[in-house]
C-alpha cells in the first residue's frame, strides 16, 4: 500500500530505452508521520498475534508472491534493466525468504539461565517499527532482506524503496494485503531520500533503521540514528577479490570470471571487481579470459538470452566512464547502440593497484586485474581496501583456502565460486562495507529487543 500525498513526483525511466514508464507520488514528512501512525496501531495487534497465526498469514504472502513471479519480474526488467532471468530469481528470492522467515517465527525462543534462588528467563520481544530504505540495484530481494524478518519477528515495517525502481516495492504491498496481512503493518512509501528517507530515519516512532546503499550515505544514517540510539542495520560498498592461485583450474577460474562483476552489469556490492591473479597463472588466465568477455550478451534485458543489460542511470553511466581512463589497456566486450544507459564489458590492465578503478567501488561493468606472487601478497593486495564485503578464493589446495579464508577481511567469502548470498546464510561486510549481518537463521533475533526476567523461588 502506498500512503503518498501529491506534493511531488517521481518519475521512472526503462534504461534501456530512457522512456518515462510510470509516474509515482513522492512521500513528505507529513506522509511519514502518518505512516508511522498507521504502522504502531497494526503492528500492537500483529505482536499479539499468536505465533503460528503470524507464520500462516507470512507463508500465505510467499505463495501470493509466488503467483506474480512472472508480473514481477516483467516490473522489474522495465523500471531496473535487469535480465527476466536475473528479475525471476529476485522475485522467487522474496518468496522463499518469506517461507524461511515464517518458519523462525515459532522457534524465536529466548534461554532460561541457571542462577541461585529463582528461575531467569530471556524473552525476545518485537521493537516496533523498522524502516527499510532498500537500494535500486536489487530493488526486491534487499527490499525482502529487511522487511521479511522484521514481520516474522513481530514488527511493522516502513519501506522506502529507492527514487529510481518503487515499482515492484508497491506491487509486494498490495501483495501482502491479498495475502491479508493487516492494514498499515507493511506500508511502501517512495519518495526522496533528503525528505521521505530522512523523515524515517529521524522519526522517533521508528525502531530501527535497515539501509542498503553507498558508503557515504550509509555514515550520515548511522550519525542521524546515534541522536536518538536508534538500531541500524547497514549494508554498504564493496570492493571485492577474486583471487586466482596458479594451482587453481584456471579454465574454470577464468570461465566464472565475466559474470562475477558483470552480473546485473556490475550495480552489485558483492562483484568481484579486483582480479588478483597469481604470475605464474597470468598470461594463460588473460588469454582465457579475453574471449570469455567477448561472448557475454549485452543487449535487451527483456531477451530470454541476454545476459547483462543497462545501467541503471546517466548519472551511473557518466560515472563509469570517468574510471576508464581512454588509453589504458583493456579487454572489451560489446553494447548496443543508440538509447538506453550502456556500458561494454571491460577489464583494465596495466594499472597499479593504487589506481582509483582498483580501489573505489564502480558500480559498473569494470574490473582491474592485478598479479600476485604468493599467499602474503595475495592477502595484502585483497585487504587493501576500506572495503570488506565478498571475494572468492580458487584453489586446488583446502590449506590454502583455510588460510586465505581467516586472512581476507570479509564477511562473505567463496572457494572455487563467486556465490555471496543465500537467505539462508548469514550476510554482511567487515570495516565500510556495513554493520550487523542480515539473513540466515540469526536475522529474526536482529528484529527483536532481549528482555530478562528473574523469578524468585524463595520463600
Request: include cysteine; glycine fraction near 10%.
Amino acid at each position: 500500500m502506498s500512503t503518498a500525498s501529491t506534493a511531488y513526483e517521481l518519475q521512472v525511466l526503462n534504461p534501456a530505452t530512457e522512456e518515462v514508464i510510470a509516474v509515482v507520488a513522492g512521500a513528505t514528512v507529513a506522509d511519514v508521520d502518518a505512516a508511522v501512525a498507521r504502522a504502531r496501531a497494526a503492528q500492537r495487534g500483529w505482536a499479539a498475534a499468536a505465533p503460528a497465526d503470524r507464520a500462516r498469514l507470512l507463508r500465505r504472502f510467499a505463495a501470493v508472491v509466488d503467483q506474480h513471479i512472472e508480473e514481477l519480474a516483467h516490473l522489474e526488467v522495465q523500471e531496473a534493466g535487469h535480465t527476466i532471468g536475473n528479475a525471476r530469481w529476485e522475485a522467487g528470492n522474496v518468496r522463499d525468504l518469506l517461507d524461511f522467515s515464517a518458519g523462525g517465527v515459532e522457534r524465536l525462543s529466548g534461554r532460561q539461565i541457571p542462577v541461585a534462588g529463582g528461575l531467569d528467563i530471556t524473552l525476545l520481544e518485537p521493537l516496533g517499527v523498522v524502516g527499510v530504505i532498500a537500494p535500486w540495484n536489487f530493488p526486491m530481494p534487499i527490499a525482502a532482506w529487511g522487511t521479511a524478518p522484521a514481520l516474522a519477528a513481530g514488527n511493522a515495517v516502513i519501506l522506502k524503496p529507492a527514487e529510481t525502481t518503487p515499482l515492484t516495492a508497491l506491487r509486494l504491498a498490495g501483495l501482502a494485503l491479498e495475502a491479508g496481512l493487516p492494514e498499515g503493518l507493511f506500508q511502501v512509501l517512495p519518495g526522496a531520500g533528503t525528505i521521505a528517507g530522512d523523515a524515517l530515519v529521524e522519526h522517533p516512532g521508528v525502531a530501527k533503521i535497515v539501509f542498503t546503499g553507498s558508503t557515504r550515505v550509509g555514515k550520515q544514517i548511522m550519525a542521524k540514528c546515534a541522536d536518538r540510539v536508534k538500531r541500524v542495520t547497514l549494508e554498504l560498498g564493496g570492493k571485492s577479490p577474486n583471487i586466482v592461485f596458479a594451482d587453481a583450474d584456471i579454465e574454470a577460474a577464468a570461465a566464472a570470471t565475466p559474470m562475477s562483476f558483470l552480473d546485473n552489469c556490475g550495480q552489485d556490492c558483492c562483484a568481484r571487481t579486483r582480479i588478483l591473479v597469481q604470475r605464474g597463472a597470468y598470461d594463460r588466465f588473460m588469454e582465457l579470459l579475453g574471449p570469455a568477455i567477448e561472448e557475454i550478451a549485452v543487449g535487451d534485458p527483456a531477451d530470454e538470452k541476454t545476459m547483462m543489460g543497462p545501467l541503471i542511470s546517466r548519472v551511473q553511466l557518466d560515472r563509469v566512464r570517468s574510471y576508464v581512463p581512454g588509453d589504458a589497456p583493456a579487454l572489451r566486450g560489446s553494447a548496443p547502440d543508440g538509447p538506453g544507459f550502456w556500458f561494454p564489458p571491460t577489464v583494465l590492465t596495466g594499472l597499479g593497484p593504487e589506481a582509483p578503478a582498483a580501489v573505489e567501488e564502480v558500480f559498473g561493468p569494470v574490473a582491474v586485474v592485478l598479479p600476485f606472487e604468493d599467499e602474503e601478497d595475495a592477502v595484502r593486495l585483497a585487504n587493501a581496501t576500506d572495503y570488506g564485503l565478498s571475494g572468492s578464493i580458487w584453489t586446488r589446495d583446502i590449506g590454502r583456502a583455510l588460510r586465505l579464508s581467516r586472512a581476507v577481511a570479509a564477511g562473505n567469502l567463496s572457494v572455487n565460486s563467486h556465490s555471496s548470498v543465500r537467505h539462508s546464510t548469514p550476510f554482511g561486510g567487515y570495516k565500510q562495507s556495513g554493520l550487523g549481518r542480515e539473513l540466515g537463521p540469526d536475522a529474526l533475533a536482529a528484529f527483536t529487543e532481549t528482555k530478562n526476567v528473574f523469578i524468585s523461588t524463595e520463600a
